[in-house]
């Protein structure tokens, strides 16, 4: 077993709409090890979070398309598996926190049943064996009185309260993997240091690997090992965290980081100009040219990927 | 910034009445969404106003234009009670207070041309009477605010989130106001995008001297472009500071856990902090907890007092801090300085 659970290779989900084919992700290569919390980060409409969902092929078909690429999953590539073979792994191998706990959970539908329903599915566990463990879970996650709760209705649970429910579900089976889409962004900052906490306990103690995608650099700074920053549907750049803030590569994670207001300084914020591309109107050289202040004539052409793939970043300034 | 007081809150309350069902609905009790605020904001100043979801930031926002009714307490505006105003009066005062509202999607009528947006004010308040002098106004006030003016005529659809944020702001100005409440002004807006619109509020306040009651849960943002920062907490303020004392050196325990929670994009810092995790979750604005109302959650509430008693706001190292022990909790996540 080699030390790489997941590996996306070229990626490319496409959306088929009536003002043509929109590109949501278009290229996308990264590895995630054991254990390993990746940030994935980005604006709203880089592509961050159908990457996450394409993982479980969970991009709805048509108007979604996977038009290239393979994302290996312990040897096996989840975009030509099986649906029922899918559909073995969603939740039980691999799960998914979504960032909205206000809609994510069935209104109508009983805590103690949404998380047993996973488990009596995949552990083929009885009903009091599933209770049993779904209040273990909700005790894991920080839920005064399990006992007491787990049989409330979502309702009943406050945003932080819910999220945690969240995860307690996603959690049920123990995935090796975690995908996790903005699961904080919903939350007010006290209630996002608890449930940060808990992730990164979880990926600690239990070897889960985490993809975190988000838009917070600060939350990425705090929790990632490796960090994906994309732009217009492709990674633009990929480090380990500490290199990545420390000595930002690409010119957008540059301006990114000295456009974010930060608690420690006061210093002037020096914002990007414009505004983050249409993906139904990429330009045919790189996404960010039209922004960026190191533009030369070669960015009317898509660069190619500089560095080592791990540590390395898609731009001309590159090419020594 | 003067030291001439424009806006003076004194114990200002908001309650929204909870009714019992059916037709002959009695009261059966009150969201006390802001219970017994002060605040004070000096012509010029820009005030932080920071809180988490459902301390009664947004409501007290409303409360200064008096867009809620209040429940009690007083707002006075450069020396007029603004309770006490009705009709024309407070119609004309509204003139000089304006607000910014956090949604740009829901805050534009899409069936006005942006041009008619931020005229409105002007022809509301009889300002000026020329249409066409209007829309030259909407113009010129466009393009202070980064728009292209040849745009008047468009529609806010036709816009981006960041370009409508600025219509927004450009309607806030245009009928001159002496201060504008900013409701949340850049936390719909993507991460690149909020810094334009905080820099270009901050040249703004500078240009015009005006004053701001900046509302925002992030204190980061907060700190780019207040003079004092005011932290709320379950309809109360229970610190009020410069930036440096609160972000830096916070005394109430509720400041030091909300500062401590806030990530800071650098890796190397993050692993050094310590931070205070707060148990459970912020208590209903209902049925608020007896005494200090942050002691269901505080790591040092103390056993009498902190549940019988309400704190006040009183001057602890030159700040105004709401707490009974402040002098003697010290610094909760261990730093030694």
Known sequence: ?320 | MSDDVLLKVEGLKVHFPVLSKGFFARQVGAVKAVDGLDLEVRRGEVVGLVGESGCGKSTTGRALLRLVPLTGGKVVFDGVDLGELKGEELRKMRRRVQIIFQDPYASLNPRMTVGDIIAEPLAAHGLVKDAKERQTRAQALMERCGLDPSFVRRYPHEFSGGQRQRIGIARALASDPDFIVCDEPISALDVSIQAQILNLLKELARERNLSYVFIAHDLSAVRHISDRIAVMYLGRIVETGTFDQICDDPKHPYTQALVSAIPVPDPVIERRRKRIVLQGDVPSPLNPPTGCTFHTRCPVAREGKCQSEAPTLRTVNDRLVSCHFAEEIGDLTGRSE
């Not at chain 1, 999953?73 to 559909?87: C, I, K, Y």
């Not at chain 1, 007491?148 to 996603?170: L, N, T």
């Open chain 1, 1 to 320: 077993m080699s030390d790489v659970l997941l590996s996306v290779e070229d990626l490319q989900t496409h959306f088929h709409t009536e003002y043509g084919t929109v590109k949501a992700v278009n290229g996308v290569s990264f590895e995630v090890k054991r254990g390993e919390i990746m940030g994935l980060v980005g604006e709203s409409g880089s592509g961050k979070s159908v990457t996450n969902l394409s993982i479980l092929r969970l991009v709805p078909t048509p108007p979604g398309e996977y038009a290239g690429g393979r994302i290996m999953f312990d040897g096996q590539d989840l975009l030509t598996l099986p649906e029922h073979t899918l559909r073995s792994y969603r939740g039980n191998r691999i799960a998914m926190i979504f960032q909205d706990p206000m809609t994510s959970l069935t209104p109508y539908m009983r805590v103690s049943r949404q998380i047993t329903e996973v488990l009596e599915l995949h552990q083929k566990m009885t009903r009091t064996q599933a209770k049993k463990r779904a209040i273990e879970l909700l005790e894991m996650v920080g839920i005064p009185d399990p006992a007491g709760r787990v049989d409330s209705w979502p309702h009943e649970f406050s945003g932080g309260m819910r999220q945690r429910v969240m995860i307690a579900m996603a959690l049920a089976c123990r995935p090796e993997l975690l995908l996790a889409d903005e699961p904080t962004t919903a939350l007010d900052v006290t209630i996002q240091a608890q449930i940060l906490e808990l992730i990164r306990e979880l990926a600690r103690e239990h070897g889960t690997a985490v993809i975190m995608v988000t838009h917070d650099l600060g939350v990425v700074a705090g929790i990632a090992d490796h960090v994906s920053v994309m732009y217009g549907g492709r990674i633009v750049e990929r480090a380990p965290v500490e290199p990545l803030f420390a000595n930002p590569q690409h010119p957008y994670t540059k301006g990114l980081l000295a456009s974010v207001p930060r608690l420690d300084s006061r210093g002037e914020l020096t914002p990007i100009p414009g505004s983050p591309p249409d993906l139904s109107d990429l330009p045919p050289g790189c996404a960010f040219a039209p922004r960026c202040e190191a533009v030369m004539d070669k960015c009317a052409k898509q660069p190619g990927w500089y560095g080592e793939p791990t540590l390395g970043k898609r731009c001309w300034l590159g090419e020594a």
